[in-house]
């Protein structure tokens, strides 16, 4: 009897570390979803290391390719393509590539990746103007989408993306 009460509440104890291990940020962060088309092409092809080293947004092209965590990413120069090898985690942008205002409001949607931040070393994408640095409090835009991705990050389906129509306001 007391080994079997033994085992059963191991068994419980294993299975609520697992759940707390899957809903944690890390664990969010480390699933990885990332924004790509059906081709696989991330963030729309664009080279998300020129965010950093360029401060622009710039296309990348197909011979200049990484593919990283299932996804095709292009970028300008062999330069920038092996930055993002040797550090992947550096310049991937915040929450896969999507709209920060729309995971704020707790949404995954399609951004514009000319719309974009860097804010404390973390790459950000919006749908809408102005871009989240310009905004009165981008803080606590972040952190409501850090709440969101949480959840949203392992549950995406591409097929519930809605426009995001209210992160202007925000």
Not at 4 to 29: D, K, M
Not at 116 to 129: H, P
Request: aromatic residues 12%.
């Amino acid at each position: 009897m007391v080994r079997r009460f033994t085992a059963a509440f191991a068994a419980h104890c294993a299975g609520a570390l697992i759940v707390f291990a899957l809903a944690s940020p890390a664990a969010a962060e480390s699933a990885h979803v990332i924004n790509k088309d059906r081709d696989d092409i991330a963030i729309r092809g664009y080279d998300t290391v020129a965010y950093f080293t360029e401060k622009r947004a710039v296309e990348g092209k197909p011979e200049f390719e990484h593919k990283w965590q299932d996804a095709r990413w292009l970028f300008a120069n062999a330069a920038h393509r092996d930055l993002f090898v040797q550090n992947p985690e550096r310049y991937v942008p915040r929450f896969g590539g999507f709209c920060t205002g729309g995971m704020a409001l707790n949404y995954i949607q399609e951004p514009n990746p000319e719309n974009w931040a860097v804010i404390d070393g973390r790459l950000y994408f919006n749908t809408t103007s102005p871009p989240l640095d310009r905004r009165e409090n981008p803080q606590a835009v972040i952190k409501a989408a850090e709440s969101n991705w949480i959840v949203l990050g392992q549950q995406y389906d591409p097929t519930a993306r809605r426009p995001c129509t209210t992160c202007a306001v925000r």
